[in-house]
């Protein structure tokens, strides 16, 4: 079975950095295009930021030049370093599939305030 379990979530200021993290088990994610994706109270989950098998990466123009995906296949991990983080990035993230076709783990929160 497949599993995915985020973490490195926390609180902090404006302006301050959190890395995420994501461990995969039961399934290799080599072969796979990865991604971030957040939901925020009363909204819909959106995606993030992708990395593909072979490393490409794609963000959402809200985050992009602040938050950067990575991926250790070895560790069957992904990463999101987020740097200069705003009160709107606050949300639960989550790593999936992109597209997105596994189960969703119990994410990870982030809270960005003064």
């Known amino acids: 079975q497949v599993q995915l379990v985020e973490s490195g979530g926390g609180s902090v200021q404006p302006g301050g950095s959190l890395r995420l993290s994501c461990a995969v088990s039961?399934?290799?994610?080599?072969?796979?295009?990865m991604g971030w994706y957040r939901q925020a109270p009363g909204k819909q989950r959106e995606s993030v930021a992708s990395?593909?098998?072979?490393?490409?990466?794609n963000y959402a123009d809200s985050v992009k030049g602040r938050f950067t995906i990575s991926r250790d296949n070895a560790k069957n991990t992904v990463f999101l370093q987020m740097n200069s983080l705003k009160p709107e990035d606050t949300a639960v993230y989550y790593c999936?599939?992109?597209?997105?076709?596994?189960?969703w783990g119990q994410g990870t929160q982030v809270t960005v305030s003064s």
């Open positions: 999936n599939t992109a597209p997105s076709f596994l189960n």
């Open positions: 990395i593909t098998s072979g490393g490409n990466t």
């Open positions: 039961g399934r290799t994610i080599s072969f796979r295009n």
